[in-house]
């Protein structure tokens, strides 16, 4: 029965395991950044800092964690294989890692060279990506809503990858592009048709399985990635044909897709069978609550434009947005993944004859819940210092540096106690097998 | 529980993995020639198709509108 639970063609624990380990860093590297500049990183959303900082979360941290998770479920969710998955997985985490590097550099530094080297290397690291998943997708009929939000989030990684690497292109080389209307469509690519369809198809499976929720109903998930991408697709026309009012239009559509998914999460959680409150469900809740600021903020400007031009606004929703929504989205999932995925190895490795030690023993509840307050602790200051960046700009970066290096802790953690537990296992599992001679 | 499709019922929409893969593979050493038996569970479970087909079982899964996928198994 056990032997059954091994199955066969799952990536190895190497595969994944990197790019969980190497994200938070990357959020560390962002909060250093603003602990080094200060105040003046909060000046504008176009200071060579702020770029920064934005891309060390968005392709630093996200980006890393998304394909990396996906190489361990596409298995798993959708019954897709990718071939060699070590091999991808080494090809991906360099090319993530030093391509998030180099576009941090690119920016801070004003580099031209840096920011095409930074675009060449991500375009092409997300490609690899791209025709590993594909091949792996085709022939794979979209059974569930999961499935056809997983084919259809790869387009919205290819709209955001695709538009970030023209607009880096254009500011290394001075082209003539309108780049503020293009890095909010970039921003909507990114975070509505790439991370927020992925996160809908994943959550559709998740939030049930982890957290026990009811399902998600049928209809409104079959309906939320096609809606968005289309509002994407409608909106990248608005932006070409320069019609402002379309762009609007869009944004405003968008948020209230975003809003009713968040809102439905929400009520799904309400009624979870789960007894105890885990530290997944309350970085849910933070990350749903927040999404949902974020997104009414967007509907405001999208009813009223003039509310952009007050001081700090777009930094409010980028940070209640990225910071408090999708980072506690993808921690809150780490929590469960790592520890699960730990605890399935090592029950493979007994055999069915050494059993494999409890979740908790491998992550404790109580180290997840301490970082997790720690998290809203710095999200809190990053919030609070949009108001006063004199003040709190500085205390907010190390907060969040902080947090985001005991995530690494608590992950790292996890590893060397799963390496210690698979040795005692062999171990156990050798003196068990001479025993039995 | 019992269900129009078949008496043989695993209701896994509240358990947490592994369960519903062992319960299910339980109840499939129990099924005498000719039963079959319905799974219920809010996600397709796709390393258990591997299983299942490994094994020479036939399955059928549908989404129920409230998000349950009645998966239908036989030997």
Same mark, same amino acid.
């Given at each position: 029965?056990?032997?059954?639970?091994?199955?066969?063609?799952?990536?190895?624990?190497?595969?994944?395991?990197?790019?969980?380990?190497?994200a938070p860093?990357f959020a560390v590297l962002a909060g250093?950044l603003l602990?080094?500049?200060?105040?003046?990183l909060f000046?504008?959303r176009?200071m060579?800092a702020t770029l920064a900082a934005t891309h060390l979360m968005t392709v630093g941290f996200m980006l890393q964690v998304m394909?990396?998770?996906?190489?361990?479920?596409?298995?798993?969710?959708?019954?897709?294989?990718?071939?060699?998955?070590?091999?991808?997985?080494?090809?991906? #985490?360099?090319?993530?890692?030093?391509?998030a590097?180099?576009l941090a550099?690119?920016f801070?530094?004003?580099?031209?060279?840096?920011?095409?080297?930074?675009?060449?290397?991500?375009?092409?690291?997300?490609?690899?990506?791209?025709?590993?998943?594909?091949?792996?997708?085709?022939?794979?009929?979209?059974?569930?809503?999961?499935?056809?939000?997983?084919?259809?989030?790869?387009?919205g990684l290819?709209?955001v990858?695709?538009?970030g690497?023209?607009?880096?292109?254009?500011?290394? #080389?001075?082209?003539?592009?309108?780049?503020?209307?293009?890095t909010d469509?970039h921003a909507g690519w990114g975070l509505g048709g790439w991370a927020g369809v992925l996160l809908?198809?994943?959550?559709?499976?998740?939030?049930?399985?982890?957290?026990?929720?009811?399902?998600?109903?049928?209809?409104?998930?079959?309906?939320?990635?096609?809606?968005?991408?289309?509002?994407?697709?409608?909106?990248?026309?608005?932006?070409?044909?320069?019609?402002?009012?379309?762009?609007?239009?869009?944004?405003?559509?968008a948020a209230?897709?975003g809003?009713?998914?968040a809102?439905?999460?929400?009520?799904?959680?309400?009624?979870?069978?789960?007894?105890?409150?885990?530290?997944?469900?309350?970085y849910w809740?933070l990350g749903l609550t927040a999404s949902i600021f974020a997104l009414l903020m967007l509907?405001?400007a999208?009813?009223?434009?003039?509310?952009?031009?007050?001081?700090g606004w777009t930094l409010l929703f980028g940070i209640l947005l990225v910071g408090g929504g999708f980072l506690p989205f993808i921690v809150g999932m780490l929590?469960?993944?790592?520890?699960?995925?730990?605890?399935? #190895?090592?029950?493979?490795?007994?055999?069915?004859?050494?059993?494999?030690?409890?979740?908790?023993?491998?992550?404790?509840?109580?180290?997840?819940?301490?970082?997790?307050?720690?998290y809203a602790?710095a999200l809190a200051l990053l919030l609070?210092a949009v108001?006063?960046?004199?003040?709190?700009?500085?205390?907010a970066g190390?907060g969040f540096a902080?947090a985001s290096?005991?995530l690494?802790?608590?992950?790292?953690?996890?590893?060397?106690?799963?390496?210690?537990?698979?040795?005692?296992?062999?171990?156990?599992?050798?003196?068990?097998?001479?025993?039995?001679? | 529980?019992?269900?129009?499709?078949?008496?043989?019922?695993?209701? %896994?929409?509240?358990?947490?993995?592994?369960?519903?893969?062992?319960?299910?593979?339980?109840?499939?050493?129990?099924?005498?020639?000719?039963?079959?038996?319905?799974?219920?569970?809010?996600?397709?479970?796709?390393?258990?198709?591997?299983?299942?087909?490994?094994?020479?079982? %036939?399955?059928?899964?549908?989404?129920?509108?409230?998000?349950?996928?009645?998966?239908?198994?036989?030997?």
């Amino acid at each position: 029965m056990q032997a059954l639970l091994s199955f066969e063609n799952t990536p190895p624990f190497a595969a994944p395991l990197r790019f969980f380990v190497t994200a938070p860093l990357f959020a560390v590297l962002a909060g250093l950044l603003l602990l080094l500049e200060g105040p003046a990183l909060f000046a504008s959303r176009w200071m060579p800092a702020t770029l920064a900082a934005t891309h060390l979360m968005t392709v630093g941290f996200m980006l890393q964690v998304m394909l990396g998770a996906l190489i361990q479920i596409l298995p798993v969710v959708a019954g897709a294989n990718l071939k060699r998955p070590l091999l991808i997985a080494t090809i991906l #985490h360099l090319g993530l890692s030093i391509g998030a590097l180099l576009l941090a550099g690119g920016f801070y530094l004003g580099q031209p060279l840096l920011l095409s080297a930074a675009a060449l290397l991500l375009a092409a690291t997300v490609l690899v990506f791209l025709v590993a998943t594909t091949l792996a997708l085709i022939g794979v009929p979209s059974t569930s809503p999961t499935i056809r939000g997983l084919k259809l989030a790869l387009f919205g990684l290819f709209g955001v990858v695709a538009l970030g690497a023209v607009m880096a292109f254009a500011l290394a #080389h001075g082209w003539a592009l309108p780049l503020p209307v293009l890095t909010d469509l970039h921003a909507g690519w990114g975070l509505g048709g790439w991370a927020g369809v992925l996160l809908a198809a994943i959550a559709y499976v998740v939030v049930p399985m982890f957290q026990l929720t009811p399902g998600y109903p049928a209809k409104p998930s079959w309906w939320f990635p096609l809606a968005m991408l289309s509002l994407l697709l409608l909106w990248s026309a608005a932006v070409f044909f320069d019609l402002s009012a379309l762009i609007r239009l869009c944004q405003g559509l968008a948020a209230i897709v975003g809003i009713a998914f968040a809102g439905l999460t929400l009520r799904l959680q309400q009624q979870r069978r789960r007894a105890r409150a885990d530290a997944t469900y309350h970085y849910w809740q933070l990350g749903l609550t927040a999404s949902i600021f974020a997104l009414l903020m967007l509907l405001t400007a999208a009813l009223w434009p003039a509310a952009t031009d007050s001081a700090g606004w777009t930094l409010l929703f980028g940070i209640l947005l990225v910071g408090g929504g999708f980072l506690p989205f993808i921690v809150g999932m780490l929590y469960k993944i790592v520890p699960f995925l730990a605890w399935t #190895h090592l029950q493979n490795q007994g055999q069915a004859k050494v059993p494999a030690p409890s979740m908790n023993k491998i992550l404790a509840d109580t180290d997840m819940q301490r970082q997790m307050i720690a998290y809203a602790a710095a999200l809190a200051l990053l919030l609070a210092a949009v108001f006063f960046p004199d003040w709190l700009a500085r205390p907010a970066g190390l907060g969040f540096a902080l947090a985001s290096g005991w995530l690494w802790f608590n992950l790292f953690g996890a590893i060397r106690r799963y390496r210690q537990f698979g040795r005692d296992i062999q171990v156990k599992l050798a003196a068990k097998l001479a025993g039995s001679k | 529980m019992s269900h129009p499709k078949t008496p043989h019922v695993v209701d %896994a929409r509240f358990m947490e993995p592994p369960e519903p893969f062992v319960k299910t593979m339980e109840m499939l050493d129990l099924l005498k020639d000719g039963e079959k038996m319905l799974l219920l569970l809010y996600r397709e479970p796709h390393p258990l198709y591997k299983v299942l087909k490994q094994n020479g079982h %036939a399955y059928e899964t549908e989404l129920m509108p409230d998000g349950t996928y009645e998966i239908l198994i036989w030997p």
